[in-house]
Nanobody
Framework: VQLVESGGGLVQPWGSLTLSCVAS????????MKWYRQAPGKEREWLAT????????LYLPSVKDRFIISRDNAKNTLTLQMNNLEPGDAAVYFC?????????WGQGTQVTVSS
């Protein structure tokens, strides 16, 4: 299993950024996929889940109106569109999957929110 995140970078407050996670090594279309983030000195925090083929979504309440999780099963790609970014959103963002009884993480992508 391999998860590779990309799309992080520096963005101004109230700006937008879209993260991607390309997956391989498992059946992506039937797997529930998740986004997490971890800020310095804080625990890793769950943000959003998109379920398998149905594509039903769940969000952390504090990001529900600003972030959109989506998936492209044809490209084995998970996406997190982030809008109205705040300084408190600065963190390393990770995608995650549980498959065959094990959890897997990507290497993360850094998001910095600053003017």
């Amino acid at each position: 299993v391999q998860l590779v995140e990309s799309g992080g970078g520096l963005v101004q407050p109230w700006g937008s950024l879209t993260l991607s996670c390309v997956a391989s090594g498992f059946t992506f279309s039937t797997a529930a996929m998740k986004w997490y983030r971890q800020a310095p000195g804080k625990e890793r925090e769950w943000l959003a889940t998109i379920r398998d083929v149905a594509g039903n979504t769940l969000y952390l309440p504090s990001v529900k109106d600003r972030f959109i999780i989506s998936r492209d099963n044809a490209k084995n790609t998970l996406t997190l569109q982030m809008n109205n970014l705040e300084p408190g959103d600065a963190a390393v963002y990770f995608c995650n999957v549980w498959t065959s009884g094990l959890g897997y993480w990507g290497q993360g992508t850094q998001v910095t929110v600053s003017s």
